[in-house]
């Protein structure tokens, strides 16, 4: 049987500086091209060794051990490349910046084979990262399939680890415009609540209270009011953690489900009646026009992994969000 893990070698013998070191720390550090979360991986296969022998991530190393990483070239993806239009908003030979159309799935999962943003990347750039694996190439955050915004997407592995490291350590900055059912009572709130998945509804996430009987994590958001509208409140979002459908979960666990939302309750909301007849009709056709909720990523920023340079991109509404916004504005000035 040919051992998987017997290509790009790199031996190291441990310093006695090092003395005491988790095994997964110390190859972090020497091998920062790598995210400790692949080291760790790594080690799982017994792609790591230490004095021939493999080990544990917690391995505490000890000077004069030979440490042997044996990194695996990146599996041939079987994604099938689609000539699909991308909005690149920032390429070079590291990164690509994408605004994400509503409507779009990031990457193939059953039932979303095809059609996918992986597809169309696939296609537009023959140098992606593997470190998300064959179905996730060069992904490193997503988005949901009905929120559109900028995502970030490696074409090496160098950068694939550095901006998954940044947004581990909260030094990349995502944020997002929500609009959301009623008038919110905070200027600014920090929702600080586990999410995992339902307990009863395996399609969806929700706030987990009871955290010893049911896997949940951490999962922070900031929301900032920016306009208030009558039944209505634009917030900016944004994250510390980046959990499946986090925005979403937590601002229908404050009470202000995202316009739109068909699964955290954004569409089975009515229109105030302080509208009248006309104008309700009116909004619910806007509403009914996203198709989707009413949550965009206008604005991500990180350090770029080459040059360390604070790179900051942001991206308009796309016209069904801005559209929905510019009627409330006019109701309001009237």
Known sequence: MINPCTVNESTFIVDVDDFGKRLDVYLAERMPELSRSHIQKLITK????????????????????????????????????????????????QILVINKPKGMTVHPAPGSLSGTLVNAVVAYSKDLSGIGGVERPGIVHRLDKN????????????????????????TAERQYMALVWGAAKFNEAVVDAPIGRHPTDR???????????????????????????????????????????????HCSFVGHPVVGDPTYGGTKRAIPSTYNKIDQHELMLLIDALQGQALHAFALSFDHPMTGERLSFDAPLPPDFSALLDWLRAKTQN
Do not use: W
């Open 46 to 93: 017994a792609c790591v060794t230490v004095g021939g022998m493999p080990t544990r991530a917690g391995h505490k190393i000890q000077p004069g051990d030979v440490v042997r990483i044996n990194v695996p070239s990146p599996e041939p993806t079987d994604i099938r490349p689609e000539e699909i239009p991308l909005d690149v908003v920032y390429e070079d030979d």
């Open 203 to 249: 399609q969806r996430q929700a706030v987990i209270k009871d955290t010893e009987r049911y896997t949940a994590r951490e999962a922070i958001t900031h929301l900032k009011v920016l306009n208030r509208f009558e039944g209505f409140t634009v917030l900016h979002a944004k994250l510390d953690t980046g959990r499946t459908h986090q925005i979403r979960v």
């Open 147 to 170: 929120t559109s915004g900028l995502l970030a997407v490696a074409k090496t592995d160098l950068a694939h680890s550095s901006l998954q490291s940044q947004i581990q350590a909260r």
